[in-house]
């Protein structure tokens, strides 16, 4: 069975100074959406940043995706936990993704699946496993736990195949092996650290 869904909007992002307690780091997280085409290549959308390369981009981990359905939820989360006072919504980008993606959601997507597009393939590799930086941008200790917790974590996709890519534009799903859903890959490996 052939799945379609879409993308909404692509972000890119500069690293730039982020504070993490005390500390401040250096971050690519916020990522802000693009007019336009973004040409994807082997290490990424051609623009877009990570500052520390050894757990974020590289091959296997070239573009994050995120389902927009789990945009509201995080935002909730977000009120619940007192850091924001009134109801804006969070934008696309925000959590980090360079895809906002509609109707492919963790538990339909395995590792291995390919995401075809007009021009470009993208292959799922992993789920995203949230670390401190997820935690300050979203302005709660506690956040990192919940997109665990939840699922709602989103994938990186490995570039197969370069080209443009568009928001708005639809794709198809390609089913791979199907032996892991990025839900339950995400279950059995990011719960060791946080337990």
């Known amino acids: 069975m052939t799945q379609t869904a879409r993308v909404l909007s692509i972000q890119m992002g500069r690293v730039r100074p982020l504070m993490v307690g005390e500390r401040k780091l250096m971050s690519a997280i916020g990522k802000t ?109 506690q956040a990192a736990k919940d997109m665990v917790q939840s699922g709602r974590c989103g994938f990186y996709l490995a570039v197969d195949v370069g080209g443009t890519l568009r928001a708005g534009e639809s794709f198809t799903v390609e089913q791979g092996p199907q032996a892991v859903s990025i839900a339950q890959a995400l279950g059995h490996k990011a719960w060791k650290h946080l337990r």
């Open 33 to 141: 959406p693009v007019t336009g085409a973004a040409l994807a290549g082997p290490l990424g959308l051609d623009g877009d940043e990570q500052s520390d390369l050894s757990v974020h981009g590289g091959l296997s981990k070239a573009i994050y995706a995120l389902p927009s359905e789990h945009l509201a939820w995080w935002q909730a989360q977000r009120q619940a936990q007192g850091v924001t006072l009134f109801d804006e919504s969070l934008a696309p980008g925000y959590l980090g993704e360079n895809l906002s993606l509609q109707g492919l959601l963790e538990d339909q997507v395995f590792i291995g699946d390919l995401l075809r597009f007009d021009e470009v393939v993208l292959r799922v590799t992993q789920p995203r496993e949230p670390c401190g930086k997820f935690n300050a941008v979203m302005g709660y200790k």
